[in-house]
Structure formats: structure tokens, C-alpha cells
């Protein structure tokens, strides 16, 4: 018989938060403190991003069949009282995120990987054609090394309705890591509806009205969350009359009027730009269009002195009632140090300051805003996330003004204004990154979770949703026998004779964040071997 075990310790995610949830905002409280002076703000960060988690209990697991590779998945040989489970991760896709897809796939198998659960890997390309891979593919450089190696390495399917047969017969549950196009808008998702095969995430009709913006802020408008006002732009004959009343009406001039011009449901960063007045914003509208990144385009007043903040929200509720917690935010701060690092006028989070080594983004979690704000913003992520019914985990993206000099939408029972500022939450991303230094792993850390145990827990609830799961989704949240971080790190103290080792990363050049994900990933295999005491870690 499997028991389900809680990953973290013998408490649940939600019981674990609410334990350490007055240990970290107390944390939060002294590091958002001016008074507080720079050693001790390090020593508190060190102490959030350290915290240990109660060791795993014991997973009594059924006798496991031999398992053999057919056709490019992995199955089981004979009958036996349980299995292992079995998980097909899907990335790639058509969007201009495929390079980040193929990077949270190859974190997802390193840390989800295990005695208990094994990994099969697929792959869509950008014509949505389906392929099985090797393990090792995975870990090809970019996109095109990917697609260059799939005619003589992979197994392609006729057509996505054979991937999915393939799907319902060779894997328990999906892992779709599809941002983007066709993973976050619904596709993958009504395609596995469509053929009864469990996934991990929120369902195809849900996914369609989140993932596109101007939907998702009608829907958070009705639910009386603070929006931003935003104008709908389809297809190339816009009427110029109808936009310029529009920035009349939001006290905009029509000649030079800051706006934040992006696409409906291009992702978070993907084509985001800034014009200024009507004419350059229908320019860069039609350049949006005109790439095939979106045939609708939304554009939104630009919300001058706001910081912008991301929240990872987890479902930590039974199969049948949500009850989404959402960890620590972040705040997203540009910085501009350099002599010749001239601020831009138009600096936006964009994807290349997302995704690529840059010295002009810090990050902090928690964020530097008021204990209340930081409280405000979590619930209502945790709410926004019930309202949509979204299931699992999800990223939402907002902005916390101090002092809205800006209009925003109004309604009878607004979530988001207070005396501190104001709370406007504008993105909805349903699969989250999971890069080795995520969002989603970073959050994580503080209440104590590491990769694998964020990770599996995701996965462990989302079985939870599916009866012939359920009795047998025992999904360890400990690390695999190769790696048990979570028993070293509390059995460190006791250890004798055990050599220390320290990973030191980071730097100031340009290549500070290919460190870091170097370190991160040193750091984190270093765990696995019994004759090291400790592996501490420190970052310049």
C-alpha cells in the first residue's frame, strides 16, 4: 500500500507556511526597515534564504515492476500490487519562449527524476509537431539545436491526436512546460482533455480566459479587483478617432501620451513595448501584428512610479476544495549603474532583461513595501487565483503604487486600494518558469522547500485531482536516494569528518547571471554526496 506523505515534513504546505509565516514576515518587517544597516539586512536575507525543512516522512511504497522503454515512453513489464509514476514532460512550442521552455524542462527532470517516479520527455516544435526524446536531448543548447537533431534522434508523431493516444497509454500524469502559445493559452490542455490524460495545471477554457489579457482584466473588473485601463486594438484598421478619445478620457495627450503598447496573449514580456501618443502607438501596434505575435493588441496608460512585484500561488486544498496560498512576492527593481548605463525613458521588464545576463534588474524577496501591502498583495493573488478557478500553481505579475497619480478602473468593491497605495495585478502566467533561479524557486526557498520538493509537491497535487492517481501518487518530497538535501541538511550538525565545501558565485561583469545558474546548480548536486559536511554558498 502507498501512503501519501506531505513534502515537506509531517505537515502540509499550507500548515508549514502558516507556522514560519510569523518568523518571515517578522523577517520582512526588519529587512524593510531603513533602519536597519547592511550587515544584519544580509545576515536576515541569509537566514530567510536558509531555513531548513523537517525531514520528510517515511514513504512506504508497493513493489515495483521492471520497467522498460517502448516507443520513447516508459511502461511497466507485468502486473505488480502499485507503480511508480509516471511523467511526461511536454516543452517547446510555437512561441518565441520555446529557448525558456527547453530551460524548465531540463530543471524539471534534474529535480523531479527519482526511484518513485520517472520522467518521460516530448517535445513540439514551432509548426506544433510532436516528437519523444531522450533524457539527454533535452539538455541540447537552443531551439534550433533541438529541432536540427530531431529527424535522427527523436520519434515523431503523425499528428498531436497520436501524441496524445501515445500519452494516455504510456505516462500517469503530464507536466506540460509550454509557455506561451499552445501551453498557457488552453491548447495542450484541451488536447489532453480531449483524450482523458491527467496534467499538472489549470484546465484548457480557464487557461483561455486567464492567459489573454484583455479577457483576464474584464474578468478581474468583475470580480472587483483595480485594473488597468486598456484599449483593444484588432486588426489594422483601428479607428485613430476612437484612441485618441480613449486618451482623452484617461487624461492622456494624444500627441505624446505614455502608454504600454502589448499582445493579448503574447506572455508576459514577449513584443511589450512603450509608445508615446496615438500615432506611435497604432505604429507599434501593427509591428506586433505584422511579426505574427498576436492579431489582437492591447494597449494600457503606463504606470509611471510603480514597482512591479510577481507572486508564485500554490493550491495546497484537496482534489475538491482550493485553498491557494500564495509565498513571499517579489519585487522587480531596473537599475541603471553604469557611466555609459544611461536610464532609459521607455525601461520595462522586458524579456531580454527577463531571461538574459543583465546587470540592470535586482530582486527582492519579500519586497521593500509596507508589512501590510506585502500581506494585501498575497491574498489577493490567492484570491485572484480562486476567482479564475485556476488549479496547482501559477505566477501573477502586478504593480504596488505608493501614490496613484494615475486613473485606474474603478468599481463598488475594489481589492487593492488602501492608505498605503495602490495593488494592480496585470499578468496571469499558468506555467510559470522554472529555471534553476526562478521565481517559483526562489519563493520557494523561503518557507524551506527546495527544487525537488516544490516540484514534487506540484506534481503530488495534481495527482490528487485524478481517482487512479490519488491511491497511488506517493510521491516522495524527499530528494532521491542520490541527493537526500533535505536529511543532510538537518543531520550537517552530527556529521564528523566530512569534508566543508564552498560555492562561491556571482561576480560584476556581464555574465553575473550565467553564474549564478552555474552555482545554483553546482551547489545543489554537491548536496547529494554523504562525505560533505556542508555546502555553503556565497554571492558577490
Request: charged share 20%; proline share 4%.
Amino acid at each position: 500500500m502507498v501512503t501519501s506523505p506531505s513534502i515537506a515534513g509531517t505537515s502540509s504546505i499550507s500548515t508549514i507556511i502558516r507556522r514560519k509565516n510569523a518568523v518571515l514576515l517578522g523577517a520582512a518587517r526588519v529587512l524593510t526597515s531603513s533602519s536597519v544597516n547592511s550587515p544584519k539586512r544580509v545576515e536576515l536575507k541569509h537566514m530567510l534564504s536558509t531555513c531548513s525543512t523537517t525531514r520528510s516522512s517515511a514513504v512506504t511504497r508497493a513493489s515495483i515492476g521492471e520497467m522498460v522503454v517502448v516507443d520513447g515512453g516508459v511502461v511497466e513489464k507485468g502486473k505488480d500490487e502499485g507503480k511508480v509514476v509516471r511523467v511526461g514532460v511536454i516543452c517547446g512550442g510555437p512561441s518565441a519562449e520555446r529557448g525558456i521552455s527547453l530551460n524548465s524542462a531540463r530543471s524539471v527532470l534534474d529535480h523531479l527524476q527519482g526511484d518513485d517516479l520517472l520522467v518521460s520527455c516530448y517535445y513540439i516544435d514551432s509548426n506544433l509537431n510532436a516528437h519523444a526524446i531522450s533524457s539527454a536531448q533535452v539538455y541540447s543548447n537552443t531551439p534550433a539545436d533541438f529541432d536540427f537533431k530531431l529527424e535522427s534522434l527523436a520519434q515523431s508523431f503523425p499528428t498531436l491526436a497520436d501524441l496524445a493516444e501515445h500519452l494516455a497509454a504510456s505516462v500517469d500524469i503530464v507536466f506540460p512546460v509550454i509557455h506561451g502559445r499552445f501551453g498557457e493559452d488552453g491548447g495542450i490542455q484541451e488536447l489532453l482533455e480531449k483524450y482523458n490524460v491527467p496534467f499538472v495545471g489549470t484546465g484548457s477554457s480557464e487557461c483561455c480566459q486567464a492567459f489573454d489579457k484583455y479577457k483576464a482584466s474584464l474578468e478581474l473588473r468583475k470580480h472587483g479587483f483595480v485594473t488597468v485601463p486598456s484599449f483593444l486594438v484588432q486588426g489594422y484598421e483601428t479607428s485613430k478617432s476612437e484612441l485618441s478619445e480613449w486618451f482623452r478620457k484617461n487624461q492622456l495627450d494624444p500627441d505624446v501620451g505614455k502608454v504600454v503598447v502589448k499582445p493579448t496573449i503574447g506572455g508576459s514580456s514577449i513584443g511589450v513595448g512603450v509608445a508615446y501618443g496615438v500615432n506611435d502607438s497604432l505604429v507599434k501596434a501593427n509591428e506586433i501584428m505584422s511579426k505574427g505575435i498576436d492579431d489582437k493588441v492591447l494597449i494600457e496608460i503606463f504606470l509611471e512610479g510603480g514597482s512591479e512585484f510577481t507572486a508564485i500561488v500554490l493550491d495546497v486544498g484537496s482534489s475538491s476544495d482550493r485553498c491557494p496560498v500564495a509565498l513571499l512576492p517579489t519585487e522587480v527593481e531596473l537599475q541603471f549603474l553604469g557611466a555609459n548605463d544611461v536610464k532609459e525613458n521607455d525601461a520595462i521588464f522586458n524579456y531580454r532583461r527577463k531571461y538574459l545576463p543583465t546587470q540592470q534588474v535586482a530582486y527582492y524577496t519579500p519586497p521593500r513595501f509596507p508589512l501590510a501591502v506585502i500581506e494585501n498583495i498575497r491574498k489577493g493573488a490567492s484570491l485572484l487565483f480562486q476567482r479564475l478557478c485556476l488549479q496547482d500553481f501559477a505566477r501573477i505579475d502586478g504593480w504596488f503604487l505608493p501614490d496613484s497619480g494615475c486613473k485606474l478602473s474603478s468599481s463598488e468593491s475594489e481589492f487593492g486600494r488602501s492608505e498605503s497605495g495602490t495593488i494592480v495585478f496585470t499578468d496571469i502566467n499558468l506555467i510559470s518558469g522554472m529555471e534553476q533561479t526562478s521565481f517559483l524557486f526562489q519563493q520557494a526557498s523561503k518557507v524551506g522547500f527546495s527544487h525537488t520538493n516544490i516540484l514534487r509537491s506540484i506534481v503530488h497535487h495534481a495527482c490528487l485531482r485524478f481517482p487512479n492517481l490519488a491511491s497511488v501518487s506517493g510521491i516522495s518530497g524527499q530528494i532521491s536516494s542520490r541527493s537526500k538535501s533535505s536529511e543532510l541538511n538537518k543531520s550537517f550538525p552530527h556529521r564528523e569528518g566530512a569534508q566543508k565545501v564552498f560555492v562561491i558565485f556571482g561576480g560584476n561583469t556581464s555574465e553575473r547571471q550565467v553564474s549564478l545558474m552555474s552555482g545554483t546548480n553546482v551547489w545543489l548536486n554537491l548536496l547529494s554526496f554523504n562525505d560533505i559536511f556542508s555546502c555553503a554558498t556565497a554571492y558577490y
